[in-house]
């Protein structure tokens, strides 16, 4: 259930929608007549675009998910907010089913696990009377943890060589201007930054499981413990403990200040009597959400930042939700705490000149487009591969 191209342009910042009927009359959401011969509604990721408003479903209407799990944390984020956004929790009257990887349910589907800004994501592969159809969802081949989860040999074990009917592929990156950096280079980067300054944050998006897990591991080669300084990062530690990413929990501490228990064995650090004091062995971790009002805690304190202090931005996705913060606002704030600002974007889909990796594993008799802004420039990319 994604968000259409009205959405983003009707939804911005600080304008609002009136409620689900306005919503639905802009097209942000589907008609309630797209349910009607429905069997059940498949969810890829969790992501905003893809998640919808699961409230504003009609009743009976049986949803899957990657995990339920996650998607009860998600939910509770935005339970009580006084905007539309209160309808992303799905109501009693629907039925939430979790998918399990790589097995066929009852409908012919089969979810596999994809490289993914969100974790966990699935593509998945439709049985049905008449064809095969294959759907990506969001994915990217060459991913932050390598092999760990490998898009093309994931899809590649359901597809087999025969290849499938109709494959509906995203194809976000291509015809962009803007070329995100690669999981190497991010790498470097992330590495550089830790070798040569004091206090470094880094802000992730809380279902980046990947990009998380990633840090995570440079900060423990650098010799640093990773503070969590965001409520939403400590409510979804449980599940990236619980998930096959998780690494050692050993130099994992989190904000006393932000007064949030954490439901695994994780050490309490203070960011004003530890942090602050003794940069070099820590590495702050925030949410874009959460980033400018800790900064500002910061400077009421009357500590001062140390000159050496690196902010790494990277940019959410879908790109939208940076509606979420003001972000001429936080970079205003940055500068004048003296914080030096790396903005960095790594893309959760993959690149043009991957789609032939993806082309020759997937092997779609036809091509449909989606999640692209150019759909008739993938075609003529594919016909070139071809």
Same mark, same amino acid.
């Given at each position: ?5 009205? =959405?983003?342009?009707?939804?911005? $910042? @600080? ?17 309630? =007549? ?29 949803? &899957? ?12 984020? &935005? @339970? ?12 009693? /009257? ?40 294959? &759907? +990506? $969802?969001?994915?990217?081949?060459? $991913? ?16 087999? +060589? ?12 291509? $015809?962009?201007? %803007?070329?995100?950096?690669? +999981? ?5 980067? *992330?590495?550089? #930054? ?46 990236? /403990? ?16 932000? %007064? ?5 064995? #994780?050490? &309490?650090?203070?960011?004003? !009597?530890? *942090? ?9 971790? !925030? ?7 800790m900064l500002r805690r910061m400077k009421t304190w009357g500590e001062k930042l140390q000159t050496e202090a690196i902010s790494i931005l990277t940019m959410p996705e879908p790109l939208e939700s940076e509606a979420e913060i003001e972000e001429k606002v936080l970079t205003y704030w940055l500068n004048i705490l003296g914080v030096h600002i790396y903005r960095i974007r790594i893309s959760g889909h993959y690149y043009p000149h991957e789609l032939r990796n993806l082309l020759e594993v997937v092997k779609p008799r036809k ?6 802004? /150019? ?8 016909? !070139?591969?071809?």
């Amino acid at each position: 259930m994604s968000g259409s191209k009205y =959405s983003k342009n009707t939804i911005v $910042g @600080r304008i609002h929608p009136l409620g689900i009927n306005e919503l639905r009359s802009v097209r942000a959401i589907p008609p309630l =007549s797209v349910f009607e011969d429905i069997d059940a509604l498949y969810i890829s990721h969790f992501h905003l675009d893809h998640l919808g408003l699961l409230g504003a479903l009609p009743p009976g209407t049986k949803v &899957y998910v990657p995990t339920i799990s996650m998607l009860k944390v998600i939910e509770e984020w &935005y @339970r009580a907010s006084p905007t539309w956004m209160a309808e992303l929790p799905h109501k009693l /009257h629907t039925e939430v089913i979790e998918l399990k990887p790589y097995r066929e349910d009852e409908l012919g589907v089969i979810p596999i696990p994809v490289s993914h800004s969100a974790y966990p994501a699935d593509s998945f592969i439709y049985r049905g009377h008449n064809s095969i159809v294959f &759907y +990506s $969802g969001d994915l990217r081949v060459d $991913g932050l943890l390598g092999p760990r989860i490998n898009t093309l040999e994931n899809i590649e074990k359901v597809v087999g +060589s025969e290849g499938i009917d109709i494959g509906l592929l995203e194809g976000t990156n291509i $015809g962009e201007v %803007e070329t995100p950096v690669g +999981s190497d280079e991010f790498r470097i980067m *992330v590495n550089k #930054v830790l070798m040569s300054n004091k206090l470094v944050i880094v802000s992730i998006d809380p279902v980046d499981f990947e990009m998380f897990t990633t840090v995570t591991e440079l900060a423990s080669l650098s010799s640093r413990t990773i503070v969590i300084a965001s409520p939403r990062l400590v409510d979804v530690l449980p599940q990236w /403990h619980n998930s096959m990413l998780s690494t050692d929990t050993e130099k994992l501490a989190v904000a006393s200040e932000i %007064e949030k228990p954490a439901l695994i064995p #994780v050490n &309490y650090v203070s960011l004003k !009597q530890d *942090v602050l004091k003794d940069p070099d062995n820590f590495l702050l971790i !925030q949410e874009p959400i959460g980033f400018l009002e800790m900064l500002r805690r910061m400077k009421t304190w009357g500590e001062k930042l140390q000159t050496e202090a690196i902010s790494i931005l990277t940019m959410p996705e879908p790109l939208e939700s940076e509606a979420e913060i003001e972000e001429k606002v936080l970079t205003y704030w940055l500068n004048i705490l003296g914080v030096h600002i790396y903005r960095i974007r790594i893309s959760g889909h993959y690149y043009p000149h991957e789609l032939r990796n993806l082309l020759e594993v997937v092997k779609p008799r036809k091509l449909i487009p989606i999640h692209t802004k /150019h759909p008739s420039l993938v075609l003529r990319l594919a016909k !070139q591969v071809k």
